[in-house]
């Protein structure tokens, strides 16, 4: 039976077992003189407890797999309910504050500037599908996406611009750039031109976005104030809304800046890496 409970093949526990069947039947035929009647169905034991205990062994390895399936399916459900609860609760914050000081400002006296006041009121829009757990409906094509990430901004009141020649060549690369690349990239640039806006002193800001080899590429100028990196501690939104996001899809970002010399934030993602990635996750 302990052979039968040690191997996991059948033929390695029948040939096993026969050893010590050999074993018996010589010295019970030779030493001991008993009969072949007797002989032949003791030893047919040792097969037949092996072969129990082998089949037994198995059920407990099967009963095992089951068991430790289902308790990671449960802590995976587990898991699951309690980032739904969470998002939930975030929800509801979301709604209760944030989404309803938006409405009243696109709808109150207090904003007069019409630019500004329909970007309110955007962003209102735009908070309530989330709230509501509606599905994007940002457009497909890359080029679609940056033209409509640059006219949020010049709705808000930077005024962004990215060359034609280069948002017709992204229109060439739809099939080439893997879309957690471009989510990755594009989230990335939007918090660079939020920067850009809260930080810089300007109200302008340069946009590219190209192919380079096996990544996509990104770079946002501006001619503002600079700062002196080695002097200002990263803000959340670079720190995670960039450099974060970035290295989740193993891209890079690189801010290079003087005080009075303006800003540039060049930002990296490999294709390749977004395409592991997503295999990974998927």
Same mark, same amino acid.
């Given at each position: 039976?302990?052979?039968?409970?040690?191997?996991?093949?059948?033929?390695?526990?029948?040939?096993?077992?026969?050893?010590?069947?050999?074993?018996?039947?010589? $010295?019970?035929?030779?030493?001991?003189?008993?009969?072949?009647?007797?002989?032949?169905?003791? &030893?047919?034991?040792?097969?037949?407890?092996?072969?129990?205990?082998?089949?037994?062994?198995?059920?407990?390895?099967?009963? @095992?797999?089951?068991?430790?399936?289902?308790?990671?399916?449960?802590?995976?459900?587990?898991?699951?309910?309690?980032? /739904?609860?969470?998002?939930?609760?975030?929800?509801?914050?979301?709604?209760?504050?944030? #989404?309803?000081?938006?409405?009243?400002?696109?709808?109150?006296?207090?904003?007069?500037?019409? +630019?500004?006041?329909?970007?309110?009121?955007?962003?209102? $829009?735009?908070?309530?599908?989330?709230?509501?757990?509606?599905?994007?409906?940002?457009?497909?094509?890359?080029?679609?996406?940056?033209?409509?990430?640059?006219?949020?901004?010049?709705?808000?009141?930077?005024?962004?611009?990215?060359?034609?020649?280069?948002?017709?060549?992204?229109?060439?690369?739809?099939?080439?750039?893997?879309? #957690?690349?471009?989510?990755?990239?594009?989230? /990335?640039?939007?918090?660079?031109?939020?920067?850009?806006?809260?930080? &810089?002193?300007?109200? $302008?800001?340069?946009?590219?976005?190209?192919?380079?080899?096996?990544?996509?590429?990104?770079?946002? =100028?501006?001619?503002?104030?600079?700062?002196?990196?080695?002097?200002?501690?990263?803000?959340?939104?670079? /720190?995670? &809304?960039?450099?974060?996001?970035?290295?989740? =899809? +193993?891209?890079? &970002?690189?801010?290079?800046?003087?005080?009075?010399?303006?800003?540039?934030?060049?930002?990296?993602?490999?294709? @390749?890496?977004?395409?592991?990635?997503?295999?990974?996750?998927?």
């Amino acid at each position: 039976m302990g052979i039968g409970l040690a191997y996991r093949s059948p033929l390695t526990v029948l040939v096993v077992a026969a050893m010590p069947l050999a074993a018996y039947a010589t $010295s019970a035929a030779r030493y001991l003189r008993e009969p072949a009647w007797n002989i032949v169905p003791n &030893s047919a034991t040792y097969l037949a407890n092996a072969l129990l205990a082998w089949a037994l062994a198995q059920l407990l390895r099967r009963t @095992a797999r089951r068991i430790d399936d289902l308790t990671a399916r449960t802590a995976r459900h587990e898991r699951d309910l309690a980032t /739904a609860q969470e998002r939930a609760r975030h929800a509801r914050l979301l709604h209760d504050r944030s #989404l309803q000081t938006l409405e009243m400002l696109s709808r109150g006296p207090w904003i007069t500037d019409p +630019r500004l006041r329909d970007h309110v009121a955007a962003e209102a $829009s735009w908070l309530r599908g989330l709230v509501r757990g509606d599905p994007p409906t940002a457009p497909d094509g890359i080029a679609e996406r940056v033209q409509e990430l640059v006219r949020r901004h010049i709705r808000a009141g930077l005024a962004v611009t990215i060359p034609d020649r280069q948002l017709r060549q992204l229109a060439d690369l739809d099939d080439r750039v893997p879309p #957690l690349a471009l989510e990755a990239l594009l989230g /990335a640039v939007d918090e660079a031109l939020t920067n850009v806006a809260k930080h &810089s002193g300007v109200t $302008s800001a340069v946009l590219t976005v190209d192919l380079d080899g096996d990544a996509i590429r990104a770079s946002v =100028v501006d001619h503002g104030r600079g700062f002196d990196p080695a002097s200002c501690a990263p803000n959340f939104g670079m /720190a995670h &809304s960039i450099h974060g996001r970035l290295a989740a =899809v +193993r891209g890079t &970002s690189v801010v290079h800046t003087r005080p009075g010399l303006g800003t540039q934030v060049d930002l990296t993602v490999p294709l @390749a890496a977004t395409r592991e990635t997503r295999g990974v996750t998927g």
